[in-house]
Structures are given as structure tokens and as C-alpha cells.
């Protein structure tokens, strides 16, 4: 009786509060929220451009690359100490000599791409539409928005793009889709002041009520910090977001007592926490998980206290940037068995042309280090003393879907998304990782289509 009395107890305090929270947060979004004046946006038509003399510059810095040596693998496996040199050197090589830019350029312009000044910010994104043959004037088209993160591009979903242009008759389903690039990302840029999370959600939105009015109702996808400002839109703007697609909903609440108290109850023995099914995935939940973390996530802490610091290598040497970020999308895609001990870390499995475009992009934008800020000014809004610190604490009443591939760093368990976010689907992929539409375009883009024909399908 005693526990049950104080289990009641502990749940009604924790409502209390949240719902204290939201309070909080709608005030402040009254004051704070972006109000459109049409006349003073000013949106523009957008295409890369190619550039001879960046290139000329690019190339030469590459011509001039200074590489190190090894350890000895009687001493170390091969990518146990990070990106393998060796590997570097056969990048380094196809993208001095048979990379080609201009060509590249070509196709990131086949979809259509703007700018657009909010609130004093550059926004740049690309706009396609999806439409089924037989679709007329009138009928029904969903607004969607998708929504990347670092060290990602607009261009990670191209591929995910073509998917739902080719299986259109099949689902049936008018698209008119946005993908936005974070402010200080690509072509987002410049940015000369701290833009956080909670800000980039504050923009999206408003692009979103530019392009279709103040009525407008959206679909979301996440990936990444895509899932972070997703979710931020969902607690915000719940009259004009429809439902959430994540494939990596922010894990770290530990201003959260439900993921304090499920963290130690799963360290003692996940069984009590997890499914069998979640178990077989080797989630990565728990205390004792603490340790595989800290060591994948040594990046997170150095953009969280000094980008600027490692901002210079990134500006200054194409092999430093290309080694530092191939290294995530080694990491984020594959298991440590499929990396360690390997020359080229799994990334044989994408295309040398689309792994260098991502670095590419962010070389001739120059924006890797602002685009790393994105980690400074979301944990310092995070800790902020004013209700903008509140946001993350605050459960979206949104119906959320979540699409769990097997490699992502760390995932909540079923039990948990159902008391955090108002979970209406859940997909175990066995296959995958952190850059789910960039690896696996169709999985993505058929869970995703399953969502929006189950939330559209509730809501008629």
C-alpha cells in the first residue's frame, strides 16, 4: 500500500510539473515566437554554382597532403586509434584525380532550391514535389518537412527523394516536401550569432507558414539533430504539427526521472526493461552502457566547449575535414566488428562520389564550423535559467513514430518512448545505423510513408 501511495504520488508531482512547464513554455513563446511580415521576407530562387578557382584551391591542398604513420597491427587493429591513413590516401587520390565536382553539382540541382531570410537568419532549402499520376488540381497534398543533422546535408535524402518519386502510384500519396538546412549548414550560411535547436525549430516553422500560410499543417521526419528540432516543433507548435517521424529521439533526459530510474532498472537487468526483440538489437540503454558512450562521443564534447578550436583544422586541411567526418558516418553506420581491423572502416559500401560530395559541400561552404556550433548553443539553451530551457522537458502531445535502426548509438527502450512522447508506431530495423536515409533510403522512406497512412487514416 505504501509504495502504491507513493508511486501515485511520484506520477501526479510529475505531471504537475510538466504541465507547469508547458505553461511556462507557451508564455514564452508568445513573446518569442516568429511573426511573419511577408513584405520584409525576402525569398529567392537558389542553384550551386561551380567555382574553378575553389576547386583550384581545393585541389591543391589536396596535391600537398601531409599524411603520418601508423602503429604496427601486432599493436593496434586497423581503425582502433580513428580513420585509417591508408584509407585516407585512396580518397585523397580518387578526389584529386577522378572526383568530379561540376558533376556532382548537376545533381544536387535536379530538385529545386531557395533562400530564404527569417528573423535576420539565411535559410536554404530544397522543395520537391511528389505526386501520384492522375493527381489534379485540389486534391489533397501533405505538407511535409524533413530534417537532417551533423554531419549531414540536404543531399543525405536525395536518395530517399527518388524512392517515393518511383513508388508514388504505389502509395498514393500527394507530397509537397521541404528540407530546410540548419542554420551555419551549407548553404544556410553566413550566420553571425548563436542559433540553438529551439531557434532552427522557431525558423522551420515560420518557413513552413511562408510557404503554405498560417494554417498549415505538416508532417515531420528526423534524423539526428533533425530528431531533436522535430521534437521541438511537436512541443511548440502541436496546432500546425501533424506527427513526428524520429530515428534518434533525444535520449540524454536526465533532468528526466522516468530515464534516471529505467537507466539504473535496466543496468541491474535489462530484461525487466527491454523486449526481447529490443534486447536481440543490443540497444545501447543503462548505466552500464555509460563507458561505450563517453568513447563514441568524444566529438560531442569538443563542438559542445571549443568548435572554434577545431574549426581551424576543419578550414584549413580538406583531409583533416573529410577524415573527421567519414570517421562518424564509419562509426554511426556499422558495428565496431564491421570497422576495427578493416582498411576503409565499412564506407566501401557507399560510393567514393557520394561520400566525397558530403565533404565537398562542406568545403566549398566553409561551414563545418559553424555548422559544429549548433552543439555550443544547444546545450547552453538546454541550461538556460528562462522557459527556452524548459522545452526539452516538456512531453510533445504530437503523435510521434519511431524507427530504430540497430547501429544507432543509443535508443530508448518501448517502455520508456511511451512516457516520454505520445508513441503511436515503433520499427526495429536489423539492419543499419545512425544516417538512416542516406544507407537505407527505402526502409526510411517506406516506415515513413506507413506513418503518415496511419496517422491520416486515424485523424479521417
Known amino acids: 500500500i505504501t509504495a502504491a501511495i507513493l508511486a501515485l504520488a511520484f506520477n501526479y508531482l510529475t505531471v504537475t510539473k510538466v504541465e507547469n512547464n508547458r505553461a511556462l513554455v507557451k508564455e514564452w513563446l508568445k513573446s518569442n515566437g516568429i511573426k511573419l511580415d511577408k513584405a520584409n521576407v525576402k525569398l529567392t530562387d537558389f542553384k550551386i554554382t561551380y567555382d574553378q578557382a575553389e576547386w583550384d584551391k581545393l585541389k591543391n591542398k589536396l596535391d600537398n597532403a601531409r599524411y603520418f604513420d601508423i602503429l604496427d597491427e601486432k599493436y593496434m587493429k586497423r581503425q582502433e586509434n580513428g580513420f585509417d591513413p591508408q584509407y585516407s590516401k585512396v580518397l585523397v587520390d580518387y578526389w584529386r584525380t577522378k572526383y568530379d565536382w561540376k558533376k556532382e553539382i548537376e545533381q544536387l540541382n535536379r530538385y529545386s532550391q531557395y533562400k530564404i531570410v527569417l528573423n535576420d537568419t539565411n535559410i536554404h532549402f530544397v522543395r520537391a514535389q511528389i505526386k501520384p499520376d492522375g493527381h489534379k488540381p485540389g486534391d489533397t497534398t501533405i505538407k511535409v518537412m524533413l530534417l537532417d543533422g551533423w554531419p549531414g546535408s540536404f543531399f543525405g535524402f536525395y536518395k530517399l527523394l527518388d524512392h517515393l518519386q518511383a513508388s508514388r502510384n504505389k502509395n498514393n500519396l500527394a507530397l509537397d516536401i521541404v528540407i530546410p538546412s540548419i542554420p551555419g549548414y551549407g548553404y544556410s550560411t553566413p550566420i553571425n550569432r548563436p542559433v540553438d535547436s529551439i531557434d532552427t525549430a522557431l525558423l522551420f516553422d515560420a518557413l513552413m507558414r511562408h510557404l503554405h500560410g ?62 526481447p526483440a529490443e534486447l536481440r538489437m543490443r540497444q545501447y540503454f543503462g548505466f552500464d552502457k555509460f563507458g561505450k558512450f563517453l568513447k563514441s562521443t568524444g566529438y560531442f564534447h569538443m563542438q559542445a566547449t571549443t568548435p572554434d578550436t577545431l574549426g581551424h583544422s576543419m578550414a584549413d586541411s580538406p583531409v583533416g575535414l573529410m577524415a573527421y567526418v567519414l570517421e562518424k558516418y564509419s562509426r554511426g553506420s556499422f558495428d565496431d566488428y564491421e570497422v576495427i581491423g578493416t582498411i576503409d572502416g565499412g564506407l566501401e559500401r557507399f560510393s567514393k562520389d557520394e561520400l566525397l560530395t558530403i565533404i565537398t559541400y562542406y568545403w566549398m561552404t566553409n561551414s563545418m564550423t559553424s555548422s559544429m556550433r549548433l552543439y555550443k548553443n544547444a546545450v547552453a539553451s538546454l541550461y538556460g535559467s528562462e522557459a527556452k530551457g524548459l522545452v526539452s522537458s516538456v512531453k510533445p502531445l504530437v503523435p510521434i513514430g519511431v524507427q530504430y535502426f540497430r547501429n544507432e548509438l543509443m535508443q530508448m527502450p518501448e517502455i520508456l518512448l511511451n512516457k516520454l512522447f505520445n508513441l503511436k508506431k515503433l520499427k526495429l530495423e536489423t539492419n543499419g545505423g545512425h544516417f538512416a536515409a542516406f544507407e537505407n533510403p527505402v526502409l526510411t522512406g517506406n516506415d515513413f510513408v506507413e506513418f503518415i497512412q496511419l496517422i491520416t487514416k486515424s485523424s479521417s
Open 214 to 275: 498560417e494554417e498549415v499543417k505538416y508532417f515531420l521526419h528526423g534524423e539526428d539533430w533533425g530528431s531533436v528540432i522535430s521534437t521541438h516543433l511537436g512541443t511548440l507548435f502541436p496546432e500546425r504539427v501533424r506527427a513526428a517521424h524520429l530515428t534518434m529521439p533525444p535520449v540524454a533526459r536526465f533532468n528526466n526521472i522516468y530515464y534516471i530510474v529505467y537507466s539504473a532498472l535496466a543496468t541491474i537487468n535489462p530484461g525487466w526493461i527491454m523486449t
